[in-house]
């Protein structure tokens, strides 16, 4: 066994390639194991290229609406193929830019599947066919995950999952989309702006469960305008294929649903499979999920798990977190556990959704008493000259005992560009800061973050516009 190293890392997607990086910066000597392509799900057949497609759709909406401006546009329809060829150049651009990243940081990158042994040795499968083992001193399993699928909906031809979506070169006429997450209402959103006539199929009461109702409610309206089926409190029971290439999907109750694709949208499964674990004693759920404690350390010493392979939240910002949290208690150095109550959420749908904290109903349920203040797009001057209006920002605040409010708990977005609007509530609620503190800062005008300035105002007593 002729390698050593302070650190290998198992998977290359973000939790992955932040904890190799991040520790290289530290001085420390890594190796990087990765069975595919570096950037994982998220950058290869994820975040990145749903985003792309996104944006893709957002141009087409932008075509369709430009004669409100005063501007004579027509299009004849959207290449999907070229949005395909755009999509791949982002992709690979941000894979080469990740690589030369491995060499300039001196990570040692090992293309094949890498297992662990006992006494934090790693056993590599390369992609050439040979197999090699590396000891280490430390190991972070990263190896990511996988989306699910259900019984009777076998992946291939016409029924898809993310993986196989974010590889169309062409538009589907009728498309259901079965899960109304977050997920599942990005790809309804990006498909229904590029002229699909699309379903969504959620066996919850209602699509975005979880989610502020006033925020969800504000996205269920949107998608009935963009004509939308969305289908709630229902059971899937089976597909069948039909002589011209459709798809029929039939139901407990009710008429069933022909459709071109179906895109299996129920979640992701931690990705344990491949990891050997052998002699060691590094512990995995019934779910699939590596057991850890609140610094991400698994039942062996020296052995860390993070990202989707662990069970919080399965966000690419959390992996970067937990890579940083892991290299920082396994050097032993000040390392503070993450409030994962508190990290940021973003739903990239048109309408965006973007959140950090509680829901009203989770803080009432947490046994606060909260005061709450909403503000609409429609009086924000930015939103009405973007044309954006649908949305709103809603905060949930503490009550004081003398009445007064206080400590702002959560912050709920939903409307134009939230995503990139969040930052501001995100810092408010994890700095436990109070509506007064805030409302100290003076917001740009006209922009669509004063909204989030107006609303804490008036949580003060004293408003400008409400």
Known sequence: MADQFDLVVIGGGPGGYASAFYAASCGMSVALVERDTIGGTCLNRGCIPAKAFLETAAANRHVAHASEFGINATSSGVDFSVSQARKARIVDGLVKGLTGLTKSKKVTYLLGTGSLEANRVVNVQLADGTATKIQATNV??????????????????????????????????????????????????????????????????????????????????????????????????????????????????????????????????????????????????????????????????????????????????????????????????????????????????????????PSEEQARDAGHDVVVAKHQFRANSRAMILGEIDGLVKVIAKKNTDGSVGQVLGVHMVGPWVTEQLAAGYLAVNWEASVDEIAEFVMPHPSLSELFGETILSLTGRSFNA
């Open 140 to 357: 972070i399993l990263a190896s990511g995950s996988v989306p699910r699928t259900i019984k009777g909906f076998p992946i291939g031809g016409s029924i898809m999952t993310s993986d196989e979506v974010l590889m169309l070169n062409t538009i589907p006429k009728r498309i259901a989309v079965i899960g109304g997450g977050a997920i599942g209402c990005e790809f309804a959103s990006t498909f229904a702006d590029l002229g699909s006539q699309v379903s969504i199929l959620e066996g919850a009461p209602k699509i975005l469960p979880g989610l502020d109702p006033d925020v969800a409610n504000v996205v269920v309206k949107s998608f009935t305008k963009k004509k939308i089926n969305i289908k709630t409190g229902i059971v899937v029971t089976g597909q069948s294929s039909l002589p011209d290439g459709s798809t029929q999907i039939t139901f407990a109750t009710g008429d069933p649903l022909i459709v071109d694709v179906v895109i299996m949208s129920i979640g992701r499964r931690a990705f344990s499979d491949a990891l050997g674990l052998s002699g060691t004693a590094v512990k995995v759920d019934d779910r699939g999920f590596v057991v850890v404690n609140d610094y991400c350390q698994t039942g062996e010493p020296g052995v860390y798990a993070i990202g989707d392979l662990i069970n919080t939240p399965q966000l690419a910002h959390v992996a970067y977190a937990e890579a940083i949290l892991s290299i920082k208690h396994l050097r032993g150095e000040n390392a503070t556990p993450i409030m994962y109550d508190r990290v940021p959420w973003a739903i990239y749908c048109h309408p965006e959704v973007a959140w950090a904290g």
